[in-house]
């Protein structure tokens, strides 16, 4: 869709939403002549009016009405119109575009009210603790005023803490802990330690931050996983000896391969003839990740070294990405290389995309400043629409023109120079980075001139909204990575207005353009003046990755005139070149995350299957042993169908010692017996379970095995399966207590699910590694992995019923489980 269809598309929708507008404003002025107790008895009034049929649409403008009355009265703030809006789109389950300060937070306060009502629970979720803290304690008061129930969500919380603010009509929490939440209680055994319930309704404030920026990192609950850490220092060596000779990088995709010399010198030190080749492909592995983590991973970028430990941090915001490690060996890699102790691998137990989290809600909205780039995506993936809300007054922001420059050097000095003029008139001045690398340049650079500034990044980003709330007062200089302080508002001070408001420099264009908006829309908020401009080199990443020659031939032709430190007038080759660069990364960046998601919801489709079946036994009141009985029987005719295939192809003593070791039953009692009759060659304990079994087994019908070779496969099922029934009730008399058996049985069988599915995730992720070489094959790559990842899925629901049967028939019970 063209950008003008897009604007006459919102246009129109805008004016839909206006209608409601009105009759929301007509009621408005009724709501404000009723007493505080008339007011909070509407909640129970809509209440009613939803269990008996009215729908939460219908019941928009009352209710929105109400709620903002309450907002005027409690908080002291009215929203107006366009916050409205804002509010009946989130209702929708769309997407509100919302520029910064037009007041998200209390636009939340409608549909959240609203949808309440229903009784199934709300979600609002912030990207961090703080965030959603602040959020919960200014907004909690109105909700609780008008006698709803209103809870905070986070990390480091009990399970009583957490049951009891999930319970609440409204929770406010962080996406990591929802999403962390959802994966714990899927490996939960008993109801009592489970937290979430339904899935119901959820309002993402950024949402452009957590389902596009990262969407392309899981969330992993992991075990420990043995590494072998003399490897990852052997190929650190290794991959510190290339010279630029010996390998190739691809700016546009950040890969790095070797070259022939390069191939060569590994071959040489490794002691291989191929280092590529069948039988080396271990040692290919990491020498592959050590040279990503040495020449395409960034120090002070792409993450930091903090306290002795690498911690990655989001390119998109700036921030640390608490709780993350890179996956495949590359955080080991990264250890390595920057000479610390190597930890081992992870090893994963349960993991979830955001995208796959959230999709699980029955009704999904979000806020965002900047989200019209993306709009296609968030319709394609989520089936959200993306509805651009007026500001509240005319934005009045003064957005100049880019300063371009022929080397990073000079334009640092560039941006240091006007910084030093901005600050001397007392306006404040944000400063945004690309990298931690670049803020603590620029403090350096500022500091020699003696100019008091404040820095916010990855390496201190604990005090962020408060460094950030701190941004707009007079004579203030805050140098901040990224999108530091998303979510906290930059309020003018006395006078900054006057001297034009807040001035906002970006020190380089990020590859996303929503990126650089987030960084304007730090100024001129509410109608408030404010600067922005950005300064840029040929040398910055994205001119170095997608100018190509132009840049280059321009950068060298201004050394050669001696004006390397001048400014270059402006030019419409370079500033055409960063935009279509810009689009065509982000094209590749959606292409990349379509891709993602396509392989992995294979595996969402498998884990709520999974988690759903688990959930079952876990819901389950009655007697569990309908559950293990269904199992039993379906192993029984998956082992007799291995070993008996007609009357002529059939390995009865492979059948009879399976049973017998594996499932604790004797098809041959006297063949046992004469295994006891020589068993004094074999150790006394081999002897006396082998008395125990020949013991056991008086109780059961006694049949030769020459008796048993007359046996169909029908009857060889049935009478297998008649045994183990016996065994069942034998060990459920040993249990007299039903609450003894539940647990028991349920244990059992939970164990072995989440044992299988840890490693059904291990084979499944070995298998995404290794199907991509299917596409040398002429094969499709996803169709390979979707055929091979079913087989995976049934093998492991066999192995799960093969292993509960085998574990509950050999299970020794001695007396009742407390």
């Known amino acids: 869709m063209s950008l003008r269809a897009l604007i006459e598309n919102n246009r129109s929708k805008i004016k839909k939403l206006q209608k409601l507008v009105e009759k929301i404003e007509i009621l408005s002025g009724q709501y404000s002549q009723l007493s505080d107790n008339q007011l909070q008895t509407e909640t129970d009034r809509f209440k009613t009016l939803y269990a008996n049929g009215t729908s939460l649409?219908?019941?928009?403008?009352?209710?929105?009405?109400?709620?903002?009355?309450?907002?005027?009265?409690?908080?002291?703030?009215?929203?107006?119109?366009?916050?409205?809006?804002?509010?009946?789109?989130?209702?929708?389950?769309?997407?509100?575009?919302?520029?910064?300060?037009?007041?998200?937070?209390?636009?939340?306060?409608?549909?959240?009210?609203?949808?309440?009502?229903?009784?199934?629970?709300?979600?609002?979720?912030?990207?961090?603790?703080?965030?959603?803290?602040?959020?919960?304690?200014?907004?909690?008061?109105?909700?609780?005023?008008?006698?709803?129930?209103?809870?905070?969500?986070?990390?480091?919380?009990?399970?009583?803490?957490?049951?009891?603010?999930?319970?609440?009509d409204i929770t406010y929490s962080t996406n990591d802990a929802l999403a962390f939440d959802y994966l714990r209680d899927n490996m939960a055994l008993f109801k009592a330690n489970q937290v979430q319930r339904h899935l119901n309704y959820?309002?993402?404030?950024?949402?452009?931050?957590?389902?596009?920026?990262?969407?392309?990192?899981?969330?992993?609950?992991?075990?420990?996983?043995?590494?072998?850490?003399?490897?990852?220092?052997?190929?650190?060596?290794?991959?510190?000896?290339?010279?630029?000779?010996?390998?190739?990088?691809d700016r546009e995709t950040k890969t790095v391969t070797l070259k022939r010399s390069g191939i060569l010198k590994a071959n040489n030190a490794l002691g291989l003839k191929n280092v590529y080749g069948k039988d080396s492909y271990v040692l290919a592995h990491y020498l592959d990740v050590a040279m990503k983590a040495n020449y395409t991973m960034d120090k002070d970028k792409d993450y930091i070294v903090k306290d002795g430990q690498v911690l990655i941090v989001d390119t998109f915001t700036g921030r640390v990405m608490e709780g993350r490690r890179f996956s495949d060996g590359l955080h080991q890699a990264l250890e390595a290389k920057e000479n610390l102790t190597i930890n081992d691998a992870n090893k994963t137990e349960a993991t979830i995309t955001y995208q796959n989290y959230f999709k699980l809600y029955k009704k999904l909205a979000g806020m965002t400043g900047t989200a019209a780039t993306e709009s296609q995506e968030f319709y394609e993936t989520f089936g959200m629409q993306v509805i651009s809300i007026p500001t509240n007054r005319p934005n009045i922001r003064k957005d100049m023109n880019d300063e371009l420059y022929p080397t990073e050097k000079s334009k640092f000095r560039a941006v240091v120079k006007k910084i030093e003029k901005v600050h001397a008139s007392g306006q404040p001045i944000l400063v945004g980075t690309a990298s931690v690398e670049h803020s603590e340049l620029i403090s350096n650079l500022l500091s020699s001139k003696n100019i008091p500034h404040t820095m916010l990044n990855a390496k201190n980003n604990e005090k962020e909204a408060e460094v950030i709330a701190m941004a707009g007062q007079l004579g203030a200089v805050t140098i901040a990575t990224n999108m530091a302080g998303r979510g906290t508002d930059i309020k003018l001070g006395p006078g900054v207005e006057q001297l034009g408001g807040l001035f906002v420099l970006g020190t380089e264009k990020h590859e996303s353009r929503r990126i650089d908006e987030q960084l304007r829309g730090r100024a001129a908020r509410q109608g408030n003046p404010g600067i922005t401009v950005f300064?840029?080199?040929?040398?910055d990443e994205v001119v170095t990755r997608f100018g190509g020659k132009q840049a280059e031939k321009i950068k060298k032709k201004c050394i050669s005139n001696n004006t390397e430190m001048q400014s270059i007038k402006s030019n419409r080759i370079i500033d055409r070149t960063i935009e279509e660069a810009q689009k065509r990364v982000e094209g590749n960046n959606f292409d990349q995350r379509k891709e993602t998601l396509r392989y992995d919801d294979v595996l969402n489709e498998q884990r709520k299957d999974f988690y759903n079946e688990r959930q079952k036994i876990i819901d389950y009141k009655g007697d569990l042993t309908s559950f293990i009985i269904g199992m039993l029987a379906r192993t029984i005719?998956?082992?007799?169908?291995?070993?008996?295939?007609?009357?002529?192809?059939?390995?009865?003593?492979?059948?009879?010692?399976?049973?017998?070791?594996?499932?604790?039953?004797?098809?041959?009692?006297?063949?046992?017996?004469?295994?006891?009759?020589?068993?004094?060659?074999?150790?006394?304990?081999?002897?006396?379970n082998l008395k125990e079994k020949i013991e056991k087994n008086k109780r059961f019908h006694r049949i030769s095995l020459s008796r048993l070779k007359t046996f169909s496969k029908k009857e060889l099922r049935e009478y297998i399966f008649s045994q183990v029934k016996k065994e069942v009730n034998d060990k459920k008399s040993l249990l007299v207590d039903e609450r003894s058996l539940n647990d028991f049985e349920r244990i059992i069988m939970l164990r072995q699910f989440d044992y299988n599915w840890k490693s059904h995730i291990y084979e499944i992720e070995q298998l995404r590694e290794a199907v991509t070489l299917r596409g040398y094959g002429q094969y499709n790559p996803l169709v390979e992995y979707q055929k091979m990842a079913h087989t995976l899925y049934q093998q492991m629901v066999n192995n799960i019923e093969k292993d509960v049967s085998e574990f509950f028939l050999t299970a020794e019970i001695r007396e009742s489980v407390q």
């Open 57 to 168: 649409d219908q019941l928009l403008p009352e209710a929105f009405a109400a709620i903002r009355e309450a907002d005027k009265r409690v908080l002291g703030i009215y929203p107006y119109p366009v916050q409205l809006m804002g509010g009946i789109v989130l209702h929708q389950g769309n997407l509100a575009e919302m520029k910064t300060g037009e007041g998200k937070t209390i636009t939340e306060t409608m549909p959240t009210y609203l949808n309440a009502l229903a009784g199934k629970g709300v979600h609002v979720v912030t990207v961090n603790d703080y965030l959603s803290k602040r959020d919960f304690e200014e907004m909690s008061s109105v909700f609780t005023f008008m006698g709803l129930t209103v809870g905070q969500n986070g990390n480091d919380m009990s399970i009583e803490l957490k049951q009891k603010a999930y319970n609440c």
């Open 535 to 539: 300064y840029m080199s040929l040398e």
């Open 637 to 688: 005719i998956r082992v007799v169908d291995k070993f008996y295939l007609d009357f002529e192809h059939a390995n009865y003593r492979g059948l009879v010692t399976y049973v017998r070791e594996s499932l604790n039953l004797d098809l041959d009692p006297e063949g046992t017996l004469e295994e006891f009759k020589l068993a004094d060659k074999r150790g006394e304990k081999i002897k006396r």
């Open 202 to 249: 959820v309002i993402v404030d950024e949402i452009d931050s957590i389902l596009i920026d990262e969407a392309r990192t899981p969330l992993i609950i992991a075990g420990d996983a043995k590494s072998y850490k003399t490897m990852y220092k052997q190929a650190d060596e290794l991959a510190k000896r290339m010279t630029k000779e010996d390998y190739e990088i």
